[in-house]
Every structure is written in C-alpha cells, then in structure tokens.
C-alpha cells in the first residue's frame, strides 16, 4: 500500500524484550538447579546474562539510530494536547475541593471541552485557577 510505513524497528525491539524474558526465566530455572552452594548452571546462566545484554545493547542503538534520532515534536500540538487534557482538573482541588473539581472535569469530559472553557463559562476562572492549571506546577 503506498505511503504504508512497517514499525519493523519497533517489532524487532518487541522480539528483543521476548527474548530477554526468556532468558531471565531460564536463568530463574537455572538458578534452582544449584546444590550446597554449587551451581552447575553458572556457565549457561552467565551465557543466557550476556546474550541478554548484547542483544539489548544492539536493539537500543538500532532503535535509537534508525527509529527516534530525528523526530521533533510539533509543539503547538503538544501543547494544543496538553491544555486539553482532564487531568489539569487534579490542580483545583486545593483550592476549590475535589467534589467541586471532579464535578468540573465530569462536565468537561460530557461536553468535550477544556478544564478552563468550562471555569470561564462557569464564571468561576480567576487568577488562582490559571495558576492551578499551570502545567509548569504540575512538573
């Protein structure tokens, strides 16, 4: 399909993750396998430990350079994303109490608007209400 781009980067990442669970569950059973403090398993679990870290350390960089290294985000659509997020309405709580905060945020979530559309139509955004809803506060 033209224009199709295949997460092939991602899926191999995922294979990766697959394999290394594998491993550290090997290397549980191998771990069970010691008698008296000696444990025969050592070279296999050492082996299963490495394999890990190699395949692990290959998969970020390939990750990194073929995948991440390049994407920028477009900040005005973060930040469009953001301001429309429901979870703001966790800053009002302090200062307006959380039944009244939760009542805020069921409404902007059945209207489909923002925390502080619906402050201003309710009359109730102030100077402390931007200040709460401040994402810099909530970092």
């Given at each position: 399909?033209?224009?199709?781009?295949?997460?092939?980067?991602?899926?191999?990442?995922?294979?990766?993750?697959?394999?290394?669970?594998?491993?550290?569950?090997?290397?549980?059973?191998?771990?069970?396998?010691?008698?008296?403090?000696?444990?025969?398993?050592?070279?296999?679990?050492?082996?299963?430990?490495?394999?890990?870290?190699?395949?692990?350390?290959?998969?970020?960089?390939?990750?990194?350079?073929?995948?991440?290294?390049?994407?920028?985000?477009?900040?005005?659509?973060?930040?469009?994303?953001?301001?429309?997020?429901?979870?703001?309405?966790?800053?009002?709580?302090?200062?307006?109490g959380y039944d009244m905060a939760s009542q805020i945020g069921m409404q902007?979530?059945?209207?489909?608007?923002?925390?502080?559309?619906?402050?201003?139509?309710?009359?109730?955004?102030?100077?402390?209400?931007?200040?709460?809803?401040?994402?810099?506060?909530?970092?």
């Amino acid at each position: 399909m033209p224009g199709k781009v295949n997460p092939a980067i991602l899926e191999m990442v995922h294979m990766i993750c697959c394999r290394i669970i594998g491993n550290e569950a090997a290397m549980a059973a191998a771990g069970t396998a010691g008698q008296l403090e000696i444990n025969v398993m050592m070279p296999f679990m050492a082996y299963s430990l490495l394999e890990s870290i190699e395949l692990l350390s290959n998969g970020i960089h390939t990750l990194v350079s073929k995948c991440v290294y390049g994407i920028e985000a477009k900040e005005e659509n973060c930040r469009n994303w953001m301001m429309s997020s429901l979870s703001f309405v966790t800053g009002l709580s302090p200062s307006m109490g959380y039944d009244m905060a939760s009542q805020i945020g069921m409404q902007a979530d059945e209207q489909n608007k923002t925390i502080k559309e619906v402050l201003e139509e309710l009359g109730l955004y102030s100077q402390e209400a931007a200040e709460a809803l401040d994402p810099k506060k909530f970092v």
